[in-house]
């Protein structure tokens, strides 16, 4: 098994088209087709399952695209733990966030970075809070950037930035002109709320559970994958959510939302790193830049 097959297998799985895979890494498709095949043939399983003109992971593929992402994680830290014996030079940071901070806080110090550090590539992929702290305690991140602290002994917590929570509600909604609710009627709403492992969704279930003073399940009427569905859905007329200020702002200021007078606690932004592991030059410049703005939020 070569580190060239697992790229390429890497780059169909995520497209699940071999053409698209084989134009993406500037290979000829008969060459990536090969590669595949060759995975396949050697290990006596199937990875993909062939469906009409498009391609589908089979269970197998998907457990071995996990363990491809981390070898390949590892390399790129390897290649540039070797770069950093000089200057950051070259190399490839590998970093993961939460959908809010990757949508709304980090980007502009990923550009501060880059303009210090051009020759230094930055790869940021998305998930919820528990998919975040996953690919950091697995290497496939050497960075995260989660709401809200993970306990585990084995991570390095970092608070960089704080974050106001706040519920919103469409303008045609009961609470929309309310100047307060209770904190009976908030656990008598349906809410439209994220997945399980959301950051956002962890925050606001536990400030309920601080607020009602007891161990009450939230009326979750819909149950969406992304900030932005979750607004949108609201937007429309489907009950109540708790969103970031910084998400909402933009739907509140075009009349599309309006904020519910009942205060939710701030929370933290942290930043994650496994304390086992060498941190390497590039990621430590980027804490360095970040815990330097710290509190900014």
């Known amino acids: 098994m070569t580190l060239e097959q697992l790229r390429i297998f890497i780059a169909v799985a995520e497209r699940q088209h071999v053409t698209k895979a084989a134009r993406a890494l500037n290979l000829a498709q008969s060459a990536a087709s090969h590669a595949i095949a060759t995975l396949e043939a050697r290990h006596d399983t199937k990875l993909f399952d062939r469906i009409g003109r ?26 540039l733990a070797l770069s950093e014996f000089g200057t950051l030079q070259r190399g490839t940071l590998v970093v993961q966030a939460s959908q809010t901070i990757a949508s709304y806080w980090l980007p502009r110090h990923l550009v501060a970075f880059r303009r210090r550090h051009p020759q230094i590539s930055i790869r940021l992929t998305v998930g919820n809070t528990a998919q975040v702290a996953a690919a950091v305690e697995s290497g496939t991140a050497e960075l995260g950037f989660v709401e809200g602290a993970v306990e585990k002994t084995h991570f390095a917590s970092v608070p960089v930035a704080r974050d106001q929570l706040i519920i919103v509600v469409s303008p045609e909604h009961p609470w929309a002109e309310r100047k307060d609710v ?19 969704r962890s925050a606001f279930e536990d400030a309920m559970r601080v607020a009602c003073a007891q ?74 830049m970040v815990d330097g703005t710290a509190g900014e939020g």
């Open 54 to 79: 498009r391609i589908e992971l089979t269970e197998a593929g998907e457990a071995f695209l996990a363990e491809a992402r981390a070898v390949l994680a590892r390399v790129e830290r390897a290649e």
């Open 215 to 288: 161990d009450r399940a939230l009326r979750i009427a819909l149950e969406l994958p992304s900030n932005e569905a979750v607004r949108a859905a609201v937007e429309a007329g489907m009950g109540a959510t708790a969103l970031s200020a910084s998400v909402a702002a933009s739907s509140i200021e075009a009349g599309l939302l309006c904020q519910v007078h009942f205060h939710l606690p701030e929370r933290e932004f942290h930043v994650l790193r496994h304390s086992n592991r060498v941190l390497s030059r590039a990621a430590g410049a980027l804490l360095a």
């Open 182 to 200: 209770t904190v009976s009627e908030l656990m008598e709403a349906e809410w439209v709320l994220r997945e399980p492992g959301s950051g956002t």
